[in-house]
């Protein structure tokens, strides 16, 4: 009997999530992300799931090649571009579209002489990571119109600070990004500027495409805001079994380093989820778990292959009760914040050992 974990990817929430989006995009093209395989969900279930966006965007070339095999015919856009000038030949071969954003991927593109090269050129219009200044926006474009082979598509950046949480007048609002593009927000140039949340909470985005993220699977990008509010439905739901009850005395203590220590004679659920499969091990005491349609709370230090709850007040719970990390009962943002974290930390951190359930209908 495998050991009794696993996370359930349901397909057809992850449809749910892109008809929300592409509802909300208002007719623009919507390129559906699927970078750190698919936020742990598996490239594979995400190409099936999203088979009716326009695009797939991802970091890696491999992950194009694997989109490719399973089937997937509409674009692919690498969002960090290319890496160095052995990229140039599976570009073309496989049909890929790549990010542009430093100087040096311009000189391998004069180097290569490509056939058939389709580009985005990427603005840093205030995230200050990758991209070009604005006002060098001209040159870059005529350097690269005038290689041969060389296609540019449009222009992207990406919002530093897109959630509602984060104040208009502070120094990367969405309102100054947009400032900063000048023309290239407005202009006639093709823009995909708008991520998941520039999508569900700035209309005055403009642009002729968008990029869903992690909002096409079911977590909403503020923490502050429920997925529920957003009408997502979470993809992911991350399950493990209680496999020992242990009757604790007051002054007994839990786990190692001993620092959860009982109040009041308790029961200890010993859970089979530890941080080899993705919890984190810096999760506090107190931090939530969902069980027999309950919160329990975490006891005692996560260890590599199990953690502790106590369930003293739940007396359902007990050996072989399903407890739920996170997911359609208990939002991961709720527990990411438990450890200050994001959800998208949790779910991209799920381990390769953990077993995936796929449910569609």
Known sequence: MPRPIYAEIDLDALRHNLNVLRERAEGR??????KANAYGHGLENAVKAFEAADGLATIDLCDAERARRCGWKKRILLLEGFFDETDIEPLQTIGVETVIHSPWQIEILKRMNPKDVRCHIKV???MNRLGFLPVEVNTVYDQLTALKGVRVMGVVTHFANAEPSYLGDAP???????TRMGRLANGETAACMANSAGILWHPEVGGNAVRAGVALYGIS???HISSEEL???????????????QQIAPGEAVGYGSRWIAKRPSRIAVVACGYADGYPRSMPDGAPVWVEGQIAPLAGAVSMDMLEIDVTDIPAATL?????LWGKHLPVNRVASACGTIGYELIC???RRVPINVKSA
């Open 231 to 245: 009408g997502l439905i979470p993809a992911m739901t991350l399950c493990a079994k209680i496999i020992a009850v």
């Open 172 to 178: 990367a609002s969405v309102g100054k990004q947009l």
């Open 221 to 223: 990008p503020d923490a």
């Open 124 to 126: 840093n219009s205030g």
């Open 29 to 34: 093209t919507v390129w559906a992300v699927v």
């Open 349 to 351: 951190a799920l381990a």
């Open 320 to 324: 072989g009760s399903t407890v739920e």
